[in-house]
């Protein structure tokens, strides 16, 4: 099976990565990580403990986690937007035993380490020169075994939980070929590819597609930051064959100026995949128009992946999310865990026997998200006749306005398609009458001259009239995460803040 490593035994002078500091190759990157495995190694680090990384989009990311998960080790890469406290409680959570990080990071990596009770000398900064490593040389490390990356969920509906699976078993190379078959799927299995990473690679899908690139041979391309523009001259100047890219980022590539959007030479693209949030019908079917049917979307989370649904797929049936991927068995269930039929809407459940895990530390959680092997990521939709399914919002988003219920991605999906909106969020608002409102918060376009009663017409055309926002409030931005996923809660908990009853 050709992976990773066999590419750095056959081809050693093969471009693995460019970034900011430049190329570094795969027999170069590969020695470098039995090196930092070897140093792990000697520091008496334990299978099964966990490595955490406080480390940037770039090379050292990618570094970190082929060093650790070519040993029977969790790695888990930190959000380095987060305040030291916070970091604190994931070094905790995880039981890290060793942080790793960059020079730049330093000081916040070492006051994190300090409040979870991490030594000093257990904080390795990787661009400058590790005691850890000193002596070691570049050989493959002895007691080689397939690892696993623990990540975090984003938190948008709490703190963060650590998704906890098995380790493997048996060698890196095996773990890797599973890895290999699913690059298939969305056709980023070609040869000489060129795969362009943009968001933060501290979440799940941004790191396992670039280390997918690299298990097939491809050239990784890291920008630092993500930057519409910045983008397209990469894909432009690197001819990228394949990305991986979220929902708002689509929309920030619309929002480019359409002359230049259009000179951008786009035509090496072979592939587009999409995750972390729902897409708004319009921004998608503007994305194949301009790109052609080349774009992949997967529903899933850090916890796993559901479905798969290919542009001309979608295209017939637009919103979906698409059908149960291979091995995967999909249930909508009501409050009573009964099973409903095609059309009904219900909470989202997905089994995955090849994706089998825990939230770490957190058996309440773990059980309260399962029921009988399916696992839930707290999603409401329901199945078409033909076993697509369509997701309508998250549960605890729901809003119950006189006891009728009302899905708020519902409400965004038709707001995305007036021509003034940039952005919208739709959150439940206190009401003495009926429980709850429905309150919107719009972003217009540059330019555009509106006001809340025109949206209330437009959207009248398009919902029934319970679902119409009572109450639109106008501001220049809506709470996003970093990888565009809407944090309603922080627009909930605002709107809700000093009374005792909350829905």
């Avoid at 002895?142 to 906890?164: E, F, N, W």
């Avoid at 989202?348 to 825990?358: D, P, Q, R």
């Avoid at 957190?362 to 839930?376: C, I, L, M, N, V």
Wanted: hydrophobic residues 45%; glycine residues 10%.
């Amino acid at each position: 099976m050709r992976t990773f490593s066999h590419y750095a035994a056959v081809d050693p002078d093969r471009v693995a990565i460019v970034d900011e500091a430049g190329e570094i190759t795969y027999g170069a990157l590969k020695a470098e990580a039995n090196r930092l495995s070897g140093g792990l190694l000697s520091a008496g680090v334990q299978p099964g403990e966990s490595i955490a990384g406080l480390l940037p989009n770039g090379r050292h990311i990618v570094l970190a986690e082929r060093a650790v998960t070519q040993l029977p080790l969790y790695f888990t890469p930190l959000n380095w937007h987060l305040t030291a406290p916070e970091l604190a409680y994931v070094l905790r959570d995880a039981n890290a035993t060793v942080l790793l990080t960059v020079e730049a990071f330093r000081p916040l990596a070492l006051a994190a380490a300090a409040e979870a009770g991490l030594a000093p000398d257990r904080v390795v900064v990787l661009d400058g020169t590790p005691t850890l490593t000193a002596g070691i040389g570049t050989d493959e490390p002895a007691g080689r075994g397939a690892g696993q990356r623990m990540l975090y969920t984003s938190g948008t509906t709490g703190r963060p939980k650590g998704v906890r699976r098995p380790l493997p078993g048996g060698t890196p190379e095996e773990a890797a070929a599973v890895v290999v078959a699913r690059a298939r799927l969305y056709h980023a299995d070609h040869e000489d590819g060129r795969y362009l990473s943009v968001a933060p690679m501290y979440h799940a899908a941004p790191l396992a597609y670039a280390v997918q690139a690299l298990e097939v041979g491809h050239t990784v391309r890291i920008l630092s930051r993500w930057d519409a523009r910045t983008a397209l001259r990469a894909i432009e100047d690197d001819r990228i064959t394949w990305t991986y890219v979220v929902p708002l980022m689509f929309g920030q590539w619309l929002a480019v100026d359409p002359a230049e959007r259009g000179a951008a030479d786009v035509s090496s693209l072979r592939s587009v995949v999409h995750t972390a949030a729902p897409c708004p019908v319009p921004v998608k079917r503007a994305m194949i128009e301009w790109l052609g049917p080349i774009i992949h979307e997967i529903y899933g989370g850090t916890e796993g992946s559901a479905t798969f649904i290919d542009a001309e797929d979608w295209l017939t049936h637009p919103g979906s999310v698409g059908r149960a991927r291979k091995g995967v068995a999909l249930r909508i269930v009501d409050q009573d865990g009964r099973d409903l039929p095609s059309g009904e809407i219900g909470q989202v459940y997905f089994a995955n026997a090849a994706m089998a895990f825990e939230y770490h530390r957190d058996p309440a959680k773990t059980a309260a998200s399962t029921d009988a092997g399916y696992t839930s990521l707290g999603d409401i939709g329901y199945l078409d006749a033909d076993g697509y399914l369509f997701l309508c919002d998250r549960g605890a988003d729901t809003i119950i306005s006189g006891g009728v219920n009302i899905y708020p991605a519902e409400i965004e999906q038709a707001l995305a398609g007036h021509p003034d909106v940039l952005d919208a969020c739709v959150v439940g608002a206190p009401d003495p009458e009926w429980g709850e409102r429905v309150h919107a918060v719009v972003v217009l376009r540059d330019g555009a001259v509106t006001d809340a009663e025109a949206i209330r017409e437009y959207l009248r055309d398009h919902l029934a009239g319970f679902k119409v926002p009572r109450t639109i409030e106008f501001r220049d931005a809506v709470p996003r995460s970093d990888v565009g996923k809407l944090l309603r809660r922080v627009l909930r908990e605002e709107l809700w803040e000093g009374r005792v009853e909350r829905i």
